[in-house]
């Protein structure tokens, strides 16, 4: 008795330079689960071909003729929602619209090679088949526009919380942090996150969530302390951020480190930070991603009294780094995104 193949991924490529679109199909090729069905010049020759053919996966360039691709992206999941994946520069204005992207919609942004741009290629080839594995099983519905926005009440305050709230996300962590964060009050203690991103990329994040927030909500920068009303997002790249309690503050440390579970910074890096430092003052939720990078991390921080949640699978648009929380037994609770705020306040016994 024989079995039918598996069905490969079918992805189609969006560029509008044709070395590019040749060097996306040909590389995405050579993984034998997936199978370029087509490779368009502009949204609108995209339009078509995804009618036509129905594509698992997008790759999507975002500066091209005739329109950009974040209006197409926009566009396509208010209509036909597909998985997609940004291939960006790490200029300013790309990055930023990256994040722009991120947040209507797209499951990952896969960083072009700077420098040495062979070597590049290559590593920039096997993390886009990565994401695109990914992003097939990825959850994506139609994007409503917000009808409004949400305004500060109150002033951060300025002083040392004794409570810590930590975060980690990946694949499609962005679109789902954007959501939660502006549901934290202006007193909520302070939030530690990793979310998985290329350097160069965080900082856009932050800065496009501002005005959104009701806490403040910066970059990382080694020695900053973590303050009440205060958001601080691990920076990309190559290094790792900790929590360390000095006296009776605590403050972030930004770390060389090798990758750890192939992510830099790590989520598990920050769960076993709140575990040794914090401890019983910590609280935090693993959410959205593919991988496992947090699970053992969350279950320390249990074993160390803290709360610990995970994003349910109903609410997660890639059923991974929960899933891994899960089977370890690290997650308290199992508990859906927009109630993620909530319950952590709740933990940290913080009106919400």
Known sequence: MTTAPARRIRVLVIDDSAVVRTVLSRGLARDPSIEVVGAATDPYEARDMLVRLRPDVLTLDIEMPR?????FLEKMMAVMPTPTIILSSLATRQSALA??????????????????VAAGLEAMMAELISHVKAASTARVSIKQRDTASVRPNAA????????????????GGVSALSRILP??????????????MPEGFTRDFALRLAPTCQMKISEARDGDR???????????????????????????????????MGHCPSVDVLFASLADQVG?????????????????????????????????????????MPAAAQALGAAEAMIPLGDIPAVLLRATRVPA
């Open 280 to 320: 019983p003052n910590a609280s935090a939720c693993l959410m959205t991603g593919m991988g496992d990078d947090g699970a053992a991390g969350l279950l320390r921080l249990r074993l160390a009294g803290g709360r610990t949640y995970a994003q349910d699978r109903e609410t997660t648009a890639v059923w991974g």
């Open 99 to 116: 994040i722009r992207g991120l947040q209507c919609g797209a499951v990952d942004v896969v960083a072009k090679p700077r420098a040495d």
């Open 183 to 196: 549901a934290f009050p202006a007193w909520s203690p302070g939030i530690v996150i990793v979310q998985h």
């Open 156 to 171: 951060p305050l300025q002083e040392t919380t004794d409570q810590v709230l930590g975060l980690g996300a990946s694949t």
């Open 226 to 260: 973590v303050l009440r009303g205060h958001i601080l997002v691990a920076p990309g790249g190559d290094r790792h951020l900790e929590v360390h309690r000095y006296g009776g503050e605590y403050r972030v440390r930004i770390i060389k480190k090798p990758p750890v």
């Open 67 to 71: 329109m950009d691709g974040i209006t």
